[in-house]
């Protein structure tokens, strides 16, 4: 789909940037962004939000499933691949980590 070719550019586009300037990066899959936030790797856009706004509070989400995913894929990041304790988030992350355990992730 469209999409779909709109996304692989800007990815593309986006590992060449970090590559350049020396950044380490990495790609977080949605359904591992929605599991840290509701354990549910399906979870829909409301659910997101519902989860951010309990955390970080309505005022800050206002509704928005862009802000939602933002923060969420920021904290999922933060807590996976730096190992950063976010507080409530560490016990989400610990849920989540003991389910990749169950399904012989890593």
């Not at 999409?3 to 899959?29: C, D, H, R, T, V």
């Not at 979870?43 to 309990?54: G, P, S």
């Not at 309505?58 to 996976?80: H, S, Y």
Request: neutral net charge; charged residues 20%; hydrophobic residues 40%.
């Amino acid at each position: 789909t469209w999409a779909a070719q709109l996304y692989g550019g800007f990815l593309s586009q986006l590992i060449l940037w970090a590559e350049e300037n020396k950044l380490p990066y990495s790609g977080i899959p949605v359904a591992t962004v929605k599991r840290f936030a509701t354990a549910r790797g399906n979870a829909n856009k409301r659910q997101m939000i519902l989860a951010a706004a309990k955390l970080w509070g309505e005022p800050l989400i206002d509704g928005d499933d862009n802000r939602a995913d933002a923060l969420w894929t920021a904290a999922c990041g933060a807590v996976q691949e730096l190992g950063v304790s976010l507080g409530s988030l560490t016990v989400t992350h610990e849920r989540y980590a003991e389910d990749q355990g169950r399904r012989g992730a890593k």
